[in-house]
């Protein structure tokens, strides 16, 4: 390939400025001499072609193929109804087409979901295409494909402002006659009062549905409720909060026949249960050493309210004291357990004998308050083995264990048992884990034998239980048969671990969601889409659990002993969105990424949103779905002007690029035939006005 090339002797200010010295002193010979100063002019310009020091190049080529970029989104909302198939088709037939093209070298680039900082940032094609071709020239790339459903989150306002010239071509996979319903939530809270309701406000959208739908609503994989709703308008749902902890309430919305997808068709929504004030009642049936360490554990907390009672008088107590001069108050028996005992979440009687304070129907009252969801706390010392025991009264039917007459007095360290490593209230309890456990020890134990199916999970001298846990109907029931914890909150030989021990037992009393027995959680992680499993059991061995993921697609995930009574493991979410983790009856929820990601938050293909765009670069915007349900790819054209696209095919732009092996200068304006041509003119010049000046 032959060029012409200027190397200029001097600047081109320069040789510019000689140029137009020239040009005046020409015309100025012209005008004085008339044509014969042509020559001179002649003359000049050699003179001025050999400054510019022209050469002709001469360019060994060899062709480069132009680029052709074919973006396939593989994002969540292309893996809907038929799109991965028509996809896949679609990709095929363009391999097979730009093989057939051999100065064309096509770039696939496959594009997920971006993970942005919240986890999920949608469909980000244009980053994914300026990123892939970064060592490709612009004027290399002969066209861009775009394989998609049209739902694209980061649209330029045109190629141009990317640094690319070349047409954009989008195929766009899904159907125009779709149809799809899901459920948007409007105001959802996430934190509740236990014992009070919460009202939830939720909207069906649909396209293509019957303009009513029906709504199931579960709390804690129980349903509560089921009603049929107008779609297209807000509507408000009441739940009530039934524990503290999460109270995880799930809606879903009956899907439509042939219905897009129902992964957005269900919402749950985690509520967590506060208690607005964790009321206590603690009954001391006498002053004792150990009733200040429960008054100051329960005080400690802000979020107990505690009334705090101390028979210092028994009634069979007559010293001739006129009650004027005693510094004492009534105990309102009635107004506690007849009138109030509702109002309580936990009562404790702390080595409390019947002495006549409370007659037998007050008893009653305390047991149906257990059975209907109450939770009594007995902290038992030797007046529990006597005639006066609690265990006489009709709590008795209520009571994990019946004492003997027996007293054991001598030391003795509390030691987990078998039931007791697994249970929350004592698993892991700290210096449990040493033998004999590294805490002080008691001085005194009542002699008990538990009730049929109820386990101690703490045992004392000669291995008699020491604390035992017992269910009744929907209530709870603790029984401890020491009054020796003191010793621990005084340091008494290195003390022990009171607090944990006596928080975690109130706690699993009132039904805090970590102490339960029985139990599965889920959570992320926070590295990427990993989530991680827990399975609290008392039973020896966990056994898999069943996850299904937001397409319905399910997976068994085998669990490892993590300690014991307590299971785990981790497992890498394949798509964003809710997650349902079973284990027998009992479920877990977990989302993964954000609560309403943007690729289900519109899932319709759409032609409209890339038409700008693409026509702005001169391509074209179709659907490749056919009218008889096949696909349908346009051909491919080379073209090196007027349209870049018709009803059946798509163009690209060549660049006619290449790569330069070498390269031959053959210099111009320099060498004997460059002197040679301005002697010449100088001669003509000479001879011509010569002539002139002889005839004059």
């Excluded at 074919?70 to 994002?75: A, E, K, P, T």
């Excluded at 244009?126 to 049209?150: C, H, K, N, S, Y």
């Excluded at 291995?463 to 709870?476: C, Y």
């Amino acid at each position: 390939m032959l060029s012409l090339s200027f190397t200029p002797l001097v600047p081109w200010p320069v040789l510019a400025a000689f140029g137009v010295l020239a040009a005046i002193l020409a015309v100025l010979a012209v005008l004085a001499r008339g044509r014969t100063a042509l020559l001179r002019a002649v003359a000049l310009g050699l003179v001025l072609l050999a400054l510019a020091n022209p050469s002709l190049v001469r360019e060994d080529r060899d062709p480069v193929k132009d680029v052709a970029a074919i973006v396939v989104d593989r994002s969540g909302s292309q893996t809907l109804g038929d799109r991965p198939a028509m996809t896949d088709a679609v990709k095929a037939e363009l391999e097979r087409r730009f093989g057939a093209l051999s100065n064309i070298e096509p770039r696939f680039i496959e594009v997920g979901d971006a993970q942005g900082s919240e986890g999920d940032d949608g469909t980000k094609l244009f980053t994914a295409l300026t990123q892939a071709l970064a060592d490709v020239p612009p004027e290399r790339i002969a066209g861009v494909v775009m394989l998609t459903d049209g739902v694209v989150h980061d649209i330029p306002a045109s190629l141009a402002t990317l640094g690319l010239k070349a047409p954009l071509h989008v195929l766009v996979t899904g159907r125009p006659d779709e149809r799809d319903r899901q459920i948007k939530m409007l105001e959802a809270p996430r934190f509740g009062i236990v014992g009070k309701d919460v009202t939830l406000r939720a909207e069906v959208m649909e396209r293509g549905g019957t303009g009513t739908a029906v709504v199931t609503v579960r709390r804690d994989g129980e349903e509560i409720d089921r009603q049929s709703i107008a779609t297209g308008v807000p509507f408000s749902l009441t739940t009530h909060i039934e524990h503290g902890g999460p109270n995880v309430v799930e809606i879903e919305v009956e899907a439509l026949p042939g219905e897009l997808t129902t992964v957005n068709n269900r919402a749950v929504l985690p509520i967590e249960g506060i208690r607005e004030k964790l009321r206590v009642l603690l009954v001391s049936g006498e002053p004792h050493q150990g009733e200040r360490t429960w008054r100051n554990l329960l005080k400690s907390d802000a979020s107990v309210d505690l009334v705090h009672f101390t028979i210092l008088r028994p009634p069979e107590k007559q010293d001739g004291t006129p009650i004027s001069e005693l510094s004492l108050i009534a105990f309102p028996t009635r107004e506690l357990f007849v009138q109030k005992i509702k109002d309580f979440d936990l009562i404790i009687f702390d080595r409390y004998a019947n002495q006549s304070v409370l007659p037998s129907a007050y008893f009653d009252n305390i047991v149906r308050y257990v059975r209907e969801g109450g939770a009594l706390l007995i902290a038992a010392g030797p007046e529990f083995a006597g005639p006066a025991s609690l265990a006489r009264t009709r709590l008795a039917s209520i009571l994990p264990g019946d004492p003997s007459t027996k007293v054991v007095e001598q030391p003795f360290k509390a030691t987990l048992t078998e039931t007791g490593h697994r249970h929350p209230v004592t698993r892991a309890l700290p210096g449990s884990e040493a033998t004999p456990p590294a805490w002080g020890d008691w001085l005194r134990i009542i002699s008990a034998q538990t009730r049929a199916g109820v386990q101690p999970i703490l045992s004392g001298a000669n291995g008699l239980p020491l604390l035992a846990l017992s269910r009744e109907d929907k209530g709870r029931v603790a029984l401890m048969l020491s009054d020796q914890a003191w010793l621990w909150a005084r340091g008494y030989q290195q003390g022990g671990p009171y607090l944990d021990l006596l928080r975690r037992l109130a706690h699993w009393l009132m039904k805090e969601p970590a102490l339960e027995e029985e139990a599965l959680r889920a959570q992320t992680t926070g590295r990427g889409r990993e989530v991680r499993v827990e399975r609290q059991t008392m039973a020896e061995e966990a056994g898999p659990v069943t996850i299904t993921g937001p397409t319905g697609k399910e997976r068994s995930l085998d669990l490892s002993k993590a300690e014991t009574g307590l299971f785990t493991a981790t497992f890498e979410a394949e798509s964003l969105g809710l997650h349902t983790i079973r284990s027998g009856n009992l479920v877990a929820f977990v989302s993964v990424g954000p609560a309403n990601p943007r690729e289900l938050a519109d899932v319709f293909s759409d032609t409209e949103r890339l038409k700008g765009v693409a026509e702005g670069s001169g391509g074209t915007v179709r659907r490749v779905a056919g009218s008889g349900g096949g696909i349908e790819v346009p051909r491919l054209q080379i073209t090196r002007g007027g349209r870049l696209g018709g009803a059946d095919w798509i163009g690209f732009r060549p660049s006619d690029s290449a790569t330069i092996r070498g390269v031959e200068v053959y210099p111009l304006g320099i060498g004997l035939w460059a002197l040679a041509a301005l002697a010449a003119a100088v001669l003509a010049m000479w001879l011509v006005e010569g002539r002139r000046g002889r005839a004059a």
